[in-house]
């Protein structure tokens, strides 16, 4: 996946599909916006464009398409906070950047955004194995 | 910053509706049990700011590439 190069769009919001607006009642962690717009780019990669800052985007992207055993394991207590009554509605993505120390792609797979008809929540994965960091693309 | 002392089994309360516990001291170690609404979201403070760290971050690299 290398060299890393990610053309990432800036829509105006207005531009935003509205099936394609998230909702963050708590926002990203650590974070500010509630609302962003989720846009494709270059596959696999989407952006996660806050609605409320047009300066802040994240790139994202479908872990289980780098890492098919990707599992994640919440607490009770985010378990319940998830909009998701039914799991299998659930879109699952992780953010994604070049680590320069690294000088590789690397996946946030300790923190998922979990996307359940357009309420979105950034968890904590429980799971034992589940790095801040993991470098894909060898 | 309220700095407060509790002993195992007394309770501390945030607004009306988060009740923070001391459950056990042992050592250094000081276990902890928190009863928040489920619309609260509850961090470790090393995992919150990790993943604050990292999303900060994945948010740069675009702004660097205007």
Known sequence: ???????????PPTDAAPQSIIEFPHGLIGIPGRRYALHESDAPFLVLQSIDDRTLSMPVTNPFRFVETYAIELSDHDGARLCARDPARASTYVTVRHDPELG????????PIVIVSGC???????APDASLRAPIGA | ????????????????????????VSGS????????????????EEIWRAVKDENEAAAAVDRDQR
């Not at chain 1, 996946?1 to 829509?11: M, Y």
């Not at chain 2, 170690?29 to 470790?44: E, F, K, L, N, T």
């Open chain 1, 120 to 126: 979105g929540h950034q968890v904590i994965n429980q």
């Open chain 1, 104 to 111: 590789r792609l690397v996946l946030n797979l300790r923190a």
């Open chain 2, 29 to 44: 170690s000081v276990r902890v049990g928190i009863a928040a609404p489920r619309s609260v979201p509850v961090y470790r």
């Open chain 1, 1 to 11: 996946v290398t060299p890393f190069t990610l053309e990432v769009p800036r829509f």
């Open chain 2, 1 to 24: 910053l309220l700095i407060i002392t509790r002993r195992p089994g007394e309770k501390i309360m945030l607004g009306d509706d988060i009740v923070i516990e001391v459950i056990e």
